[in-house]
């Protein structure tokens, strides 16, 4: 098994593609080894000393450290990550873990909110991906659009020129009613 890295724009995150799908619908997110007890394999990678997450995406898994170098880090990663898919375990025990909770809008805005998640899904979402991360929408109130940032997105040093200048340009060109873009 031939497992690829790629460095992402957080420092902290690495994305490593095993070359097989990793979770066949959604994304999941886990930032404590309390959160990772619902993936076989987000456990398995919390057990090395030194990893601080564990973002699974489709094809890819994004690990974030902590006060550890890669140099000695990613060995123990990559093996873990070989013996998991050799073990035959399944990835996660839950096939959708990225419900972030209810989303809020008002009713009346049911259009713009449309719009606004058509643009994440298609121009936003894939992008995102690339970098090892996810971004999903929350809710829109007063102009205002509410994102969780997930995986290397997370914390990362850039996130915030992403959502100002990609992201809120972009929504706010298609969408005149956006004013802004947090995110929760």
Known sequence: ????????????TLKF???R????????????????????LATRL???DGVDGVFLGSDFISVTKGNVEWQHLKPMVLGAIMEHYMSGAPVSDEEDSNDE???SYDPEDEATVTTIKELLETRVRPAVAQDG???TFSGFRDGVVY???????????SSTATLRNGIENLLKHFCPEVTSV???
């Open 101 to 103: 909770g209810a989303e």
């Open 147 to 157: 994102l969780h940032m997930r995986g290397a997105c997370s914390g990362c040093p």
């Open 133 to 135: 991360g996810d971004i």
């Open 182 to 184: 947090e995110a929760v």
């Open 17 to 19: 593609i095993p070359g």
């Open 46 to 48: 919390f057990a090395i």
């Open 21 to 40: 799908d990793v979770l066949a619908g959604g994304t999941a997110d886990f930032r404590t080894r309390n959160e990772a007890v619902a993936s076989p």
């Open 1 to 12: 098994m031939f497992i690829q890295t790629e460095a992402t724009p957080n420092p902290a």
